[in-house]
């Protein structure tokens, strides 16, 4: 089992930045993904970036060149570093890990942001 906790979300203008990071702990797995998903009351919840334990990220079109996810091997942590914040940003923002047993959500974290 693997357990992740969040942190970082909150309340920002238009234009302003972000920071969230998750902490993966419990049976972690040497080849994985970690990454966010993001969720709206409208939406389904939908990739915003991802990457492998080797580094590789990949990042949803709608935020290429404003965000970037990066990841410390030592702890198993992931960083998205969010830029230039957009109000359709605004979503609750959920940390993923997946290896080939386990497929483990964090509880959420909200980012709003306001026009």
């Known amino acids: 089992q693997v357990r992740l906790v969040e942190s970082g979300g909150g309340v920002v203008q238009a234009g302003g930045s972000l920071r969230l990071s998750c902490s993966a702990t419990g049976n972690i797995f040497g080849i994985n993904v970690m990454g966010w998903y993001r969720q709206t009351p409208e939406l389904q919840r939908e990739l915003v970036a991802k990457?492998?334990?080797?580094?590789?990220?990949d990042y949803a079109d709608s935020v290429k060149g404003r965000f970037s996810i990066s990841r410390h091997r030592v702890g198993n942590t992931v960083y998205l570093q969010m830029n230039n914040l957009k109000p359709d940003d605004t979503a609750v923002y959920f940390c993923?890990?997946?290896?080939?047993?386990?497929?483990?959500w964090g509880q959420g974290t909200q980012v709003t942001v306001s026009s």
């Open positions: 993923n890990y997946v290896d080939r047993l386990a497929n483990s």
């Open positions: 990457i492998t334990s080797r580094g590789d990220p």
